[in-house]
């Protein structure tokens, strides 16, 4: 618990909103933005003596006086007020490191990170405990902050959290009961600096384990089986030689569970995504029915090669969540051919290289963003036609009147949405406006 301090809150979005809120009441709270905020809001933080101020130099306003640092996630570690706290040994936490310490009943947490998959690995397992009538709380990189449901928590609920490496950060006293590592390959290395500084990071979803905690790997992926080799978790492994996907079979135990034809999902990735479902379900001894009933119905995660709509016998897929070039690599590998790519974003120096096995599939290319000029260049020396534009919403006009039936438009930028989104869902969003009649 955190009283009587006075606290900076860097960045506000939905974590430094619900974080201030959190803590108000006790504290001398003050909040920092670059960006306007909606009024209601601010009408809230008044109500509740939370200062709001616009700045764009957060760090001529933050001095030895306060006793915290809330950093939000999009934060970059290497921000002016970051470097000015620490240089100060003042403490720079997350809200999810705030709203952990308010946890003060018994409950089982689930924490799931990984470079690509953990949303749709996090929303399966969500699904399949509320089938099974659990009393399941969820919230994190998924969209709900923790510190807006920590004082709903009741004894004996699970909380379930995708955890993003902008959270993990900063975590510091932290800790899961099990955690799931989808996979790890080289994205956000603008944020981290390198690669290795980033699976440090992701290496916290491991924090404080004993071998009473479980950790659930992705044994066919090198880097997370590297990772994972001093921790002292108990581990569970998928795409090993016991849990596996094989012959049209989802295995676990050696024992085939579930046959691909019977579900909705589709792609190699998501079949992991089942497995590492499945032994999340296996420890907490959950009835495999309950599994069996969502993946009946379950289409999938939105803005994860989600169907959108045909058009003149061209289809739509909207995969906005991809951020990396090995995201993209795996839209990529859901598909026969004859794709017209959507592909660009912010500039974090992603390596295009990942997708040139798959490029064959690919009819063209359409570079969006910030790092558009690079992917004409990678386009160019792989021999694939490539045209350039500022917007989707420009590329999108000229998609709508050169393809033909027969033909994939995916959107799966392989770039984070920075450049001109607030969100990937919101660049998902647009491309859905833009194929409504």
Not at 264 to 291: C, P, S
Request: charged residues 25%.
């Amino acid at each position: 618990m955190i009283e009587n301090k006075k606290i900076f809150v860097l960045g506000m979005a939905r974590s430094g909103y619900e974080v201030a809120k959190l803590l108000s009441g006790k504290n001398d709270i003050t909040i920092c933005d670059s960006k306007k905020q909606g009024e209601n809001e601010l009408k809230e933080l008044e109500r509740l003596g939370i200062k709001f101020i616009e700045t764009n130099e957060p760090e001529s306003l933050f001095d030895e006086s306060y006793d915290i640092l809330i950093k939000n996630p999009a934060v970059f570690p290497y921000n002016a007020c970051v470097v000015k706290a620490k240089n100060l040994n003042i403490p720079v936490v997350n809200e999810m490191e705030v709203a952990f310490h308010y946890i003060n009943k018994p409950v089982k947490i689930i924490g799931v990170t990984g470079s690509n998959g953990k949303t749709t690995t996090t929303t399966l397992i969500y699904e399949v405990l509320k089938r099974a009538g659990k009393k399941v709380k969820l919230a994190g990189n998924i969209g709900t902050p923790l510190s807006k449901i920590v004082c709903d928590i009741n004894e004996g609920d699970i909380l379930l959290l995708e955890i993003s490496d902008h959270q993990l950060i900063d975590f510091k006293d932290f800790k899961t009961d099990i955690s799931v590592l989808t996979n790890l390959c080289p994205t956000h290395l603008d944020y981290h600096g390198s690669y290795e500084s980033y699976k440090n990071v992701k290496h916290k979803i491991f924090n404080h384990h004993t071998n009473t905690d479980i950790a659930i790997i992705n044994k066919s992926n090198y880097d997370s089986l590297s990772l994972t080799n001093d921790i002292l978790s108990t581990k569970k492994y998928f795409n090993n030689d016991t849990n596996y996907i094989k012959n049209n079979n989802i295995y676990l135990n050696n024992k085939p569970i579930l046959n691909i034809e019977d579900i909705v999902l589709r792609g190699i990735h998501n079949y992991e995504n089942i497995l590492a479902m499945m032994l999340v379900m296996e420890t907490l001894n959950i009835d495999f029915k309950y599994a069996y009933e969502v993946l009946k119905e379950f289409k999938g995660v939105e803005h994860r090669l989600e169907y959108v709509t045909t058009k003149n016998g061209v289809k739509y897929y909207n995969d906005s969540k991809s951020t990396n070039p090995t995201s993209t690599v795996t839209a990529l590998k859901s598909f026969d051919g004859n794709i017209h790519l959507i592909l660009g974003g912010m500039e974090r120096s992603q390596d295009f290289n990942e997708l040139n096995p798959y490029l064959p599939k690919v009819k063209k290319i359409y570079a969006i963003g910030e790092v558009r000029n690079r992917i004409v260049e990678y386009a160019n020396l792989n021999n694939i036609p490539c045209e350039s534009y500022e917007t989707l919403k420009e590329a999108m006009a000229v998609i709508l009147l050169n393809t033909t039936s027969g033909d994939t438009v995916l959107l799966s930028p392989g770039g984070a949405s920075w450049d001109q989104y607030a969100k990937f869902e919101d660049r998902g969003q647009e491309f859905k406006d833009l194929l409504k009649d």
